[in-house]
């Protein structure tokens, strides 16, 4: 897929796991409100990572977001917005992907017993927050 359209694919998911986080949230089903925020987040960096190019599979976007904010691969004047989408995707990373869907395996808590209002409620932030840079990094405003 030509990197402008993966952009505009990835911000639809953005926008779509973002709804669904929105709708969870209101229901208090608190694990899929992390669960859809964190996609949310995830694709979002991948969105700005096509503008680059072609985003190859991963869970943490995070760290290409890193190595090409080092590259200088991004204008210095969007760079504090890459930076801070970079931050976030780091806070709703792999380790969140995980125990939304398999709890804390070691420690014999499901996904439900991890997850409670507030830490959907930061989620959600996030979520709000990144889908907002992500925006204004596709659209130049």
């Known amino acids: 897929m030509p990197a402008p ?5 990835r911000l639809r998911l953005v926008l779509g796991f973002l709804e669904e986080a929105r709708q969870d949230f209101s229901l208090g089903r608190w694990r899929s409100c992390v669960d859809s925020s964190q996609l949310a987040t995830e694709n979002a960096a991948k969105a700005v990572l096509a503008l680059l190019g072609p985003v190859g599979r991963t869970h943490n976007p995070s760290l290409l977001l890193r ?11 969007i760079s504090p917005k890459v930076e801070r989408l970079a931050e976030c995707a780091e806070l709703l990373g ?14 014999g808590r499901t996904p439900w017993e991890l997850f409670d209002r507030d830490t959907a409620r930061q989620a959600l932030d996030l979520a709000e927050e990144v889908a907002e840079l992500s925006q204004q990094l596709l659209t130049g405003s």
């Open 5 to 9: 359209e993966e952009a505009s694919y």
């Open 67 to 77: 190595e090409a904010l080092t590259e200088g691969e991004f204008d210095a004047d």
């Open 94 to 107: 792999p380790d969140i992907h995980v125990q939304s869907d398999y709890g804390d395996e070691a420690g």
